[in-house]
């Protein structure tokens, strides 16, 4: 199937990661969960999550498939902000730019509220100076959670450290701690630690596995059960509770009982160093999970395009290149030397 | 792999077609759908389904995926229902009876006004019965629409003539018309009429798939084009637009472009007839499409179980069971005369 | 101001005590907040409620005034029902039949389980007869409270003893308990008791004023400081934080610092008692509080509107009369004679 | 009473309009409407609204009141603009900065898009710089309204031209168009040109009366009536169906039938002038309305303080100063000497 798929994909696409195919195993893995089991999470794989992502993460966790990210994001905080509060964020965020209102509709018009942050990383201080100032002021929706993304929204991983100081400041001030790990495995390959370590004190992680080589599953990971009990109605309420939740457990099981997940991601990272490396001083960011974001003119980008590739635009004077599991590393090497040469 | 579905699937099982395996054919699709497309709906599998089922209903309709019957549903009501309205619908409807409080949080605490009528049928007469006492009253939610399940709760189907009937009804109301499709596959093939025939002058349809020999795609068919522009961005905004929706395009064009969804839903209302023929003094409804509920003392279920047979207690003295495309003729017949032997 | 007024209400009027004048007492006592003082309910009057509401229930209270008892009951149980979860009430209680979707919006969704009860009264059985069956069942939305009508829709008053068994299943549950008093005062005035006793062991009580004499302040009385801790900022999210607070909360204090709320409520129950005693074998409940149900043919009710009678028809061969604390007393024997005299 | 209001009253309060006491010709309307009348909003009083006010705008307009401006404001921009959708207003807007997150509630999880401009006034390009780039992206919620504050959050008023402008932009667009008038009689009162001049093709106005000599009663003003009947169902459903509505239409009916609306806020205003024009070269803003923006610094604060005068800090480096209908003349004059003398 890879081969067939390698023709299909074109080589020179660096558009997202979420339109790369499904991993062999995963599809071997939703093959073998055919014919009859128990509706919805009661069947024997969706069994198995708790403890094979507990493994995982040398601890105790209580894991919930869905869909999509922007559920395993909503979802997860939806059990720490109450209508009534807030959840801060990096400004630019996935939660707050991408999600289409998701937000507003999972925590019934709680609020965003937004810091800053260098590589669109927040930090203890930046969450300060969002929620001291309003501390305790009844005409102002009071933080109930943090939340971070792991790599961040420009590829930058949070070290384990960063994850301590931002978890002591959640706990300090009562505040939920959740982590959006769309491309938490681009962080772990990075990082070299240990998935434990690269989630540091989070009560919630929303578990990669579409953009790492899944069709449509993602595991929420709940450090704390009593939120999963609460997500476990609210999934039902959202209508992500499918019926036939084993292709899902399926998907999830295949990536992570063997090392595909962190082997699809340090090929991923890897095709992004391909390209980062030859043209490394148009970087508007140091290149640490499978994100690769260039200043480039729009002639440029013309160029580039003339060529075959495929990116997206950022903003006026920039391109963003993402490397996928099943990218071809040639073409992320032809790719970093074309920039090299404009 | 049908046959190892087979030996995988115990043949007594009539738990529920929710449970049932892939249809092959999906599958097929599936695989072939795998490479590089565009993300989310942008690819040419999403692209087709307008076209595909314009032509099993035989006018311009816009077609959107979703995952489950539940944001089915929950998302076409969405665009009828502002939150300060309500929908009218059986007191027994899925919506109001299974689905976790889903209405509430898609119609944003939007009210279910229950209406009477046998067999999970609900009558212009039914439902004039609550919406005329409470009209203009501004202390009361207003209707906005009315939901109606095709085949019901209870396998019955609608007639055409009565779908016309409940549309007129909504039109001089100013209502939307929905019409929950679960099994709309097995409503169709009993009424041997058309499709178009058999969800009347609805504006918004869940085709359900899962239930059918899908895996995990839904189809909401929209009749008014307006309605899915507003739903396009509610599928968002409720985590329920996949990045890989081709893999979700793939099963529903596999069911309509083909016979599956018709040739399925016609093995499983077979097989619901040869549970009933044999027992049919103890039927608690017409059989009409692939469920089967029947009066069975506690005593008696025991006596089925205690032979192997799967089902669910429908209250103190009834059971249902309910037939699957992949359901064994042959254990159906075995069931129903198990029953009658009782 | 008072003579006035009797000139200005038909004396008889006994549609509501809805719309009954205000009492001089309030008019006085919120002259007399005039001036400046802080905004909100950052005002000396506002800072008074939790100690003069203490005294009355002789235990710690936290008290939020708002302006009507939709707005109270619907905050209350806000605290206490999460939006995926529901709140347990009677069929026939205010909050599900007469406040307009207010708990669907302010529950964000949540469910209302109507359970069943002689005289809009429910008991521990009729609770359990609805939440046993669906109890951790994820597909349903689960109870997080209860809500009672002291005095009931139907004028009938909660013993002390029947509050103390709810109390208790309640707390066994793990459940809110929230009590509806806008006519508390009127329960109170008929149980003779303690106003501790008459609320039992409630979380919250909404405790009315508007009908008994006020003009445009209910008080929320919680027995938990920190449900009031959530309240203080949903109030704010629903608009009902008035600037000037301070009229508000003089009225409050106006009604309870002397015995006005108990005076006014005595009036208007012995009013009631006026018109039920001539005509007890039409009635459909016992009267205790200020409402009377009286089976009334809709000839006969023609009758009472041509000698200048005004109330509801309450449904095709009833009529509801409410009395007021500034109802006529000669009108209300006037009343009683003219229905025994149908 | 305005003489004991006078020696209530802290003359060198400047603190809010938010807290002034009630004007008398409102007090001697409200003892006006005691007595009986019918409940919520059947009274004669609020029957009359629609008529006053359309002579006040000199067109047809439905008028509702509600308790608060957070109320008038978000209900009236949940007829415009549906769940999924954004309402677009400037960063510093009331809506968004001071209203305990009341949009999210009352519009279920809707955006505010936030667009710069100069004094808290937005322009068609800063709206256009906030919507053009996100125009049909389906991963962006989408504006469906624009509301502006008028005088604005700094005091300053938007020309009918400017007016013109935003509500061309907003048909052209088919978006909503809301005005926040909370201080609109300031604005008028400053224009000098027609109320329906200052509101410009807006479809609603929050007309404010509580900061101009009200208790608790507030405008909102319908342009178009289709919305007018979307509310209705709203305010029931929030709570702010007062049941004695008589007395929030008595205020507004005392405020708009006469002059006292507009003869408040030219007090009000000559009060900020008088503040003003002593110390001019320290304002951040020009002084259109009745609130002033000063630089000042912490110990330049402190001596005013030290001198009796009430204010609230803005920034580290600025006061705020808010004079009210009742403000004495004379110690604005010495507030504003006093700063000048710093």
């Known amino acids: 199937m890879s081969s067939s798929t390698a023709r299909e994909t074109p080589p020179m696409r660096f558009l997202s ?57 909503c979802l997860a905080l939806s059990a720490m902000v109450p209508p009534h509060g807030a959840a801060v964020c990096h400004r630019e965020a996935h939660i707050e730019m991408d999600e289409g209102g998701a937000p507003g509709f999972y925590l019934h018009g709680a609020k965003l509220l937004l810091a800053e942050g260098e590589g669109a990383k927040i930090t203890p201080e930046s969450v300060r100076a969002v929620i001291d100032p309003i501390r305790d ?19 930058r991983c949070y070290l384990p450290a960063e994850l301590e100081a931002l978890g002591a400041l959640a706990k300090e001030r009562g505040l939920g701690f959740h982590v959006d790990g769309a491309r938490f495995a681009n962080a772990v390959a990075h990082l070299r630690c240990s998935p434990a370590e690269a989630v540091g004190p989070a009560q919630a992680l929303s578990f ?13 990971v709940f450090f704390d059960a009593e939120l999963a009990d609460v997500v476990r109605y609210r999934r039902k309420r959202s209508g992500h509770l499918q019926s036939k939740g084993r292709y899902l ?43 690769v974001f260039m200043r480039l003119e729009p002639a440029e980008r013309e160029t580039l395009r003339a060529q075959g590739f495929e990116f997206y635009d950022w903003g006026a004077d920039a391109a963003r ?14 790719l970093g030397r074309a920039i090299a040469a404009l």
């Open 249 to 291: 457990a399926a998907q999830l099981l295949a990536m992570v009982e063997g090392d595909v997940w962190l082997d699809n991601a340090r090929a991923a990272n890897a095709a992004a160093q391909a390209i980062a490396v030859e043209a490394s001083e148009r970087l508007m960011h140091p290149v640490e999970a499978n994100e």
């Open 208 to 220: 990669g596995c579409v953009k790492n080589g899944g069709m449509n599953a993602e595991a929420i």
């Open 321 to 334: 290149f993402v490397a996928s599991w099943d990218s071809d590393h040639g073409a992320a090497q032809t």
């Open 17 to 73: 990661d979420n339109a790369a195919s499904v991993h062999p195993a995963l599809w071997d893995a939703m093959r073998a969960a055919d014919g009859g089991d128990a509706p919805y999470d009661g069947d024997r794989l969706s069994h198995r999550l708790d403890e094979v992502f507990g493994q995982v993460f040398g601890q105790d966790v209580a894991v919930l498939w869905v869909a999509t990210g922007t559920a395993a994001n």
């Open 137 to 155: 002021d009844v005409h102002q929706v009071q933080p109930h959670a943090v939340s971070i993304t792991q790599a961040s929204e420009y590829g």
